[in-house]
Structure formats: structure tokens, C-alpha cells
């Protein structure tokens, strides 16, 4: 993990890297339990992820301050579904957000502007096997890309 106040006044960097080997042992699956599990990687468990960001705060005017952030977040790839079907694998993934704000200096009032998924990728979040329709899945995928404004207030 990294958070460095950078020489340029109110610019703020931080940053974090995971590198984890998480498997199941080597085990004889009983009944009921798959038979990809033993000595493969967890469900959800990508080996490399990261995360950045920087944010910049600085004053407008003696009344205002602006404020602006941008985060990233690395996944390699990993496999959504408990039985580790080779059909579940969710690719290496860099997802980005943003969000640039203006309000008082004081802090009673800030209105910003936000965005999520900023290139819009399509992601799975989960995968699972169809009950009673063999060979066929159903997918929760991640959010698109989604915007919006926020008020904030203090009294």
C-alpha cells in the first residue's frame, strides 16, 4: 500500500497491489463435491488485483473549494462460480471511476458530478448453473456505466 502527498499542493496519490495464491488442497472430492476443486485456485480469488487513485483538492475564490478524484481497480482473472467451471472465468478486468465536485470551503455544501465504470465494461459478477436446464447459465453482471450528481449538505 502507498498514499503519497505529491509536491503539486492538494494532489494526493495512493495505491495498493495484491499478490495471493489462495487453493484448495490436494484432497479425493467425496459426493457432492466437485471434482475441478481439489488444488485449484479459490472462487473469487484473482492472483494479482490493485487499486489507485488520485485526488486534488484546492480552493476557489476565498468561498469555494473544487475537488476531483479519479480510481482504478486491476483484477486478474478468476472464476465466479463455487464449482470452478471453466465457464464461469471472469477476464483480467480494469474498471475507473471519477467524480469532480464544488462547494463551499467550509464544507455546508458540496454538489458533484460522478461516474462509475467509466469505459463501460461488461463484467460478470457471478455465474451459476441453470437448474433443470443442463449445459445452460445465468449471469448477474457487473453495473455499466453510470453517472450521476450528488448534493451534500451539512447543518
Known amino acids: ?11 494526493t496519490a495512493t495505491g495498493g497491489l495484491t499478490y495471493a495464491v489462495t487453493q484448495y488442497d490436494d484432497f479425493v472430492p467425496g459426493a457432492g463435491v466437485g471434482p ?3 488444488g485449484s485456485r479459490l ?5 494479482w488485483s490493485a487499486s489507485w487513485s488520485a485526488a486534488y483538492e484546492r480552493g ?29 472465468v471472469q477476464e483480467a478486468l480494469t474498471l475507473w ?7 463551499a470551503a467550509d464544507e455546508r455544501w458540496t454538489v458533484e ?5 467509466l ?4 463484467y460478470l459478477q457471478v455465474v451459476v448453473d441453470q437448474p433443470l436446464q443442463t449445459g445452460t447459465y445465468a449471469a448477474f453482471l457487473g453495473a455499466p456505466r453510470t453517472w450521476g450528481v450528488t448534493l451534500r449538505s451539512r447543518f
Do not use: C, H, M
Open 113 to 117: 458530478l460522478f461516474a462509475q465504470n
Open 97 to 103: 471511476n471519477g467524480r469532480v465536485g464544488l462547494g
Open 43 to 47: 472462487s473469487y480469488a484473482p492472483l
Open 36 to 38: 475441478l476443486l481439489p
Open 1 to 11: 500500500d502507498l498514499a503519497w502527498r505529491t509536491p503539486i499542493e492538494g494532489l
Open 60 to 88: 476557489v475564490g476565498t468561498n469555494l473549494k473544487l475537488r476531483a478524484s479519479l480510481a482504478g481497480r486491476y483484477t486478474s482473472q478468476y472464476n465466479t462460480g463455487s464449482n470452478l467451471d471453466p465457464l464461469k
Open 119 to 122: 469505459t463501460d465494461e461488461d
